[in-house]
C-alpha cells in the first residue's frame, strides 16, 4: 500500500504499527521519514531510538535519545533510555552521568539506582555499586535482583560471607517473583492522529528487575513508544544498560554471574 510520502502521520503510525510486528527496520524508515517532514516530532525520535536499540545499533538509538533531550531535557524516560544504550555501547561513564540526572530528578527511582549500580561495577567503582545497590534495598527489601546484584559484588571483592547471604536472600524472594532482565527503557508513544500537532505520549517507568548472566553486569534501556496522538525510559531509559527479556550473558572476568542492564520494554 502506497501511502502519501511526505505525510509524518502517515509515516508514523505505519512505522509504529511495523515496530509492534518486530519489523525494526521498515519501522526505523518510516521514523526517519517522519523525522524528515517534521524533526521535532519527539514521539518519532523516541520510537526511532528504541528500533534502533532492537536492531542493536545503540550509538544510534543514543543519537536518537539525545536529539529528544535538546527538546526536552529534564525528561526521565529519555533519560533512562539514551542511559540504557550508551551502557550497551559500553559508555559506562556516560551512562552513570544519565542515571545521575534521573536520580536528581527523582531521587526514588529504584531503576535508575539500579542501573547506576550495574554501571559503577562495570567501571570497577564498586564502593559505589554497593551503595546503589543498598539504597534500592532501602527503598524496596523485596528486589531480588538487587540482592542478588551486590551479592555478585561482595563476591568479587572476596567478601564471601555478605556475598552468601545476599545470594541467599534473593534466592528467597525469587520463590515469590522471578529475577529477570525485562527492558527498562520506557515506551515511545504510540500512534499519531493529529495531521498538525502530534503530541508527544511520556512513556510509562520502566521495572528494575534484572536477570543473573556471566560475569559484570550491563545496562538496561526501556521500550520503545506507541503510536503517537499526532503532535522518555524505570524505570534503569530503564536496564539491558536497557534490558530486553531473557537473561543476557556478559562478558567473564571474576568467576561469577552479575546481573545485566537492560532497557525498559513497556510502550510509551
Same mark, same amino acid.
Given at each position: 500500500?502506497?501511502?502519501?510520502?511526505?505525510?509524518?502521520?502517515?509515516?508514523?503510525?505505519?512505522?509504529?504499527?511495523?515496530?509492534?510486528?518486530? /519489523?525494526?527496520? @521498515?519501522?526505523?524508515?518510516?521514523?526517519?521519514?517522519?523525522?524528515?517532514?517534521?524533526?521535532?516530532?519527539?514521539?518519532?525520535?523516541?520510537?526511532?531510538? !528504541?528500533?534502533c536499540?532492537?536492531?542493536?545499533?545503540?550509538?544510534?538509538? $543514543? /543519537?536518537?535519545?539525545?536529539?529528544?533531550?535538546?527538546?526536552?531535557?529534564?525528561?526521565?524516560?529519555?533519560?533512562?533510555?539514551?542511559? !540504557?544504550?550508551?551502557?550497551?555501547?559500553?559508555? !559506562?561513564?556516560?551512562?552513570?552521568?544519565?542515571?545521575?540526572?534521573?536520580?536528581?530528578?527523582?531521587?526514588?527511582?529504584?531503576?535508575?539506582?539500579?542501573?547506576?549500580?550495574?554501571?559503577?561495577d562495570?567501571?570497577? @567503582? &564498586?564502593?559505589?555499586?554497593?551503595?546503589?545497590?543498598?539504597?534500592?534495598?532501602?527503598?524496596? =527489601?523485596?528486589?531480588?535482583?538487587? &540482592?542478588?546484584?551486590?551479592?555478585a559484588?561482595?563476591?568479587?571483592?572476596? $567478601?564471601?560471607?555478605?556475598?552468601?547471604?545476599?545470594?541467599?536472600?534473593?534466592?528467597?524472594?525469587?520463590k515469590? @517473583?522471578?529475577?529477570? #532482565?525485562a527492558?527498562?527503557?520506557?515506551e515511545?508513544?504510540g500512534?499519531?492522529?493529529?495531521?498538525?500537532?502530534?503530541?508527544?505520549?511520556?512513556?510509562?517507568?520502566?521495572?528494575?528487575?534484572?536477570?543473573?548472566?556471566?560475569?559484570?553486569?550491563?545496562?538496561?534501556?526501556?521500550?520503545?513508544?506507541?503510536?503517537?496522538?499526532? /503532535?522518555? #525510559?524505570? =524505570?534503569?531509559?530503564? =536496564? =539491558?544498560?536497557g534490558?530486553?527479556?531473557?537473561?543476557?550473558?556478559?562478558?567473564?572476568?571474576?568467576?561469577?554471574?552479575?546481573? #545485566?542492564?537492560?532497557?525498559s520494554?513497556?510502550?510509551?
Amino acid at each position: 500500500m502506497e501511502l502519501e510520502s511526505g505525510n509524518p502521520v502517515f509515516r508514523y503510525n505505519r512505522g509504529y504499527f511495523h515496530r509492534n510486528a518486530g /519489523a525494526f527496520e @521498515q519501522a526505523a524508515d518510516d521514523f526517519r521519514a517522519c523525522l524528515a517532514a517534521d524533526p521535532a516530532n519527539l514521539s518519532a525520535l523516541s520510537n526511532l531510538g !528504541y528500533a534502533c536499540r532492537k536492531l542493536g545499533q545503540f550509538p544510534d538509538a $543514543a /543519537a536518537c535519545y539525545s536529539r529528544a533531550l535538546r527538546i526536552e531535557p529534564s525528561n526521565v524516560k529519555l533519560l533512562n533510555n539514551r542511559a !540504557y544504550a550508551l551502557a550497551k555501547a559500553g559508555r !559506562y561513564d556516560l551512562a552513570v552521568k544519565d542515571y545521575s540526572c534521573v536520580v536528581d530528578l527523582e531521587t526514588h527511582n529504584s531503576h535508575a539506582l539500579h542501573n547506576r549500580g550495574l554501571c559503577y561495577d562495570k567501571l570497577g @567503582q &564498586f564502593d559505589r555499586a554497593i551503595g546503589d545497590f543498598t539504597r534500592v534495598l532501602e527503598l524496596d =527489601s523485596t528486589n531480588a535482583s538487587a &540482592f542478588f546484584s551486590r551479592g555478585a559484588v561482595h563476591d568479587a571483592l572476596g $567478601a564471601y560471607d555478605k556475598a552468601l547471604l545476599d545470594y541467599t536472600q534473593a534466592l528467597k524472594l525469587d520463590k515469590e @517473583q522471578v529475577i529477570d #532482565s525485562a527492558d527498562d527503557e520506557a515506551e515511545p508513544p504510540g500512534p499519531a492522529s493529529d495531521p498538525h500537532h502530534p503530541p508527544p505520549h511520556p512513556a510509562p517507568p520502566a521495572g528494575a528487575h534484572r536477570h543473573a548472566a556471566p560475569r559484570p553486569p550491563v545496562a538496561r534501556p526501556a521500550a520503545a513508544p506507541g503510536p503517537a496522538a499526532l /503532535a522518555s #525510559s524505570s =524505570s534503569s531509559v530503564a =536496564s =539491558s544498560l536497557g534490558r530486553s527479556r531473557g537473561p543476557a550473558p556478559i562478558a567473564a572476568g571474576r568467576g561469577r554471574a552479575s546481573a #545485566s542492564l537492560h532497557g525498559s520494554g513497556r510502550r510509551r
